[in-house]
Nanobody
Framework: QVQLVESGGGLVQAGGSLRVSCLAS????????MGWFRQAPGKEREFVAT????????DYADSVKGRFTISRDNAKNTVYLQMNSLKPEDTAVYYC????????????????????WGQGTQVTVSS
């Protein structure tokens, strides 16, 4: 079992940058594929980015490609989401999620794949 705690959210102007982090504890972090999701008010939680447990592979939602970068530091049990060129429509609560993976290359883009979730961190982008 793994516990996840997000941090780094806040208020930023459109065009600005922000990095959110997710610290994992309780299990072997480098056997978990990780994902970032977000949920805006009145909307369903949606996929943002995912990274394999090795860090070799990543995937992104079309809406954030070229602007967001997911990375991980297995020595620090932490996954990051660097967000650049932020837009007001990026405003949401951002959640990290973890899934145990047997393959160092596997990626998971659907919510149902993930067994463990953090409590979320608010990101607000002002226009």
């Amino acid at each position: 079992q793994v516990q996840l705690v997000e941090s780094g959210g806040g208020l930023v102007q459109a065009g600005g940058s922000l990095r959110v982090s997710c610290l994992a504890s309780g299990s072997t972090f480098d056997s978990y594929a990780m994902g970032w999701f977000r949920q805006a008010p009145g909307k369903e939680r949606e996929f943002v980015a995912t990274i394999s447990w090795s860090g070799d592979r990543t995937d992104y939602a079309d809406s954030v490609k070229g602007r967001f970068t997911i990375s991980r530091d297995n020595a620090k049990n932490t996954v990051y989401l660097q967000m650049n060129s932020l837009k007001p429509e990026d405003t949401a609560v951002y959640y990290c999620a973890a899934r145990r993976s047997d393959s160092r290359y596997s990626l998971y883009t659907g919510r149902s794949w993930y067994a463990y979730w953090g409590q979320g961190t608010q990101v607000t982008v002002s226009s």
